[in-house]
């Protein structure tokens, strides 16, 4: 009689869990991009320019996990048809 | 608020074929926007060759050489003839990509198939290109590096490759597609939650609107744009090492 809502709960909660599991790793990896950028261009400025470039095609691959755990979280959303 | 992100798809049947062939029409029909986008934006880049110091002319010039330095600095030497491969996948994804930021429209890539196609062609281009450069015998040899049992990481990593490329790309820009039908009525819900009426959200619901796409449609595509080109010179690179 519940099934359906007990579906939706667990897809609701799984994506949610999914989401944030998901973006801990990539957020870390960020954050240690940006910090090292940061002291790599406080100890030598002019290699900023070059170093902005690098940094952010880094942030983009790290960031790519986050971008799978939430494709998954919006699956579970839209396949159980919950939003 | 079902069907965010969803695609339109029509189904016909071939009668030789005895199958039934699936094909998305919004897709093709933007793509061809974007294709007709970039040859009209050629043209005029190229009519403008002959007058002396065009605006448009310079900067695209300095896009090419920058991208056809980081070509000779990936591929010792052979890089140059890879630079308008890079560029032509740059420029396409990236209008592909800010054709989203248009309401009404959609991006190309926020279709996996346009982002598969572009991998499995960056794919297959790099593998021929190391054939042809080591020959086939240092090709096949260089699954079995270091030892001998590498065989199926190897190969695992190759496939991987090409659908972490292709599904970086669909990623980011579906992510913001879905930002951007998610908008409004998180901003109507906020407002008539608070209690205030449903017509004083519009200044809310246009202002961010308009940060959603500056960021994931504008910063967002560029970025993701560079990173696939580049990536798609790295993997050509790697494969053609000796």
């Known amino acids: 009689m519940y099934a359906n809502e007990l579906i939706k709960a667990v897809a609701f909660m799984s994506s949610a869990i999914a989401m944030g599991m998901g973006a801990v790793g990539s957020a870390i990896g960020i954050g240690r991009i940006g910090a090292k950028d940061i002291a790599g261009s406080a100890r030598n400025p002019e290699a900023e320019g070059p170093l902005l470039k690098t940094m952010l095609i880094a942030m983009a691959i790290a960031s790519t996990t986050a971008m799978y755990a939430l494709l998954v979280a919006l699956l579970l959303l839209f396949v159980t048809g919950t939003l | ?242």
């Open chain 2, 1 to 242: 608020m079902s069907g965010i992100g969803e695609i339109a798809t029509k189904t016909f049947y071939v009668p030789g074929l005895e199958t039934n062939l699936t094909y998305n029409p919004q897709t093709m029909a933007f793509t061809g926007v974007v294709m007709f986008g970039i040859l009209l934006l050629a043209f005029v880049v190229v009519k403008s060759k002959g007058k002396k110091l065009s605006r448009i002319f310079t900067v695209f010039e300095l896009l090419y050489k920058a991208f056809d330095d980081m070509a000779e600095e990936a591929m010792h030497g052979a890089g140059r003839k890879f630079t308008p491969l890079v560029f032509t996948i740059f420029v396409f994804v990236l209008f592909s990509n800010w054709l989203g930021v248009i309401p009404g429209m959609q991006s190309p890539t926020n279709d996996l198939n346009t982002c598969l196609a572009l991998g499995i062609l960056v794919f297959i281009i790099a593998h021929t290109s190391a054939i042809m450069k080591k020959g086939f015998r240092k090709y096949i040899k260089s699954y079995f590096e270091p030892f001998f049992f590498f065989l199926p990481m190897n190969i695992i990593g190759e496939v991987g490759k090409l659908v972490s490329h292709s599904f970086r790309l669909f990623g980011n820009i579906f992510a913001g597609a879905i930002i951007f039908a998610l908008v409004g009525p998180v901003v109507i819900k906020t407002f008539n939650a608070i209690g205030l009426p449903t017509y004083s959200a519009t200044p809310a619901i246009l202002g961010t609107y308009l940060a959603a796409q500056a960021f994931f449609g504008l910063f967002v595509g560029t970025i993701q744009a560079l990173v696939f080109a580049l990536l798609a010179l790295t993997y050509i690179a790697i494969l053609r090492e000796e």
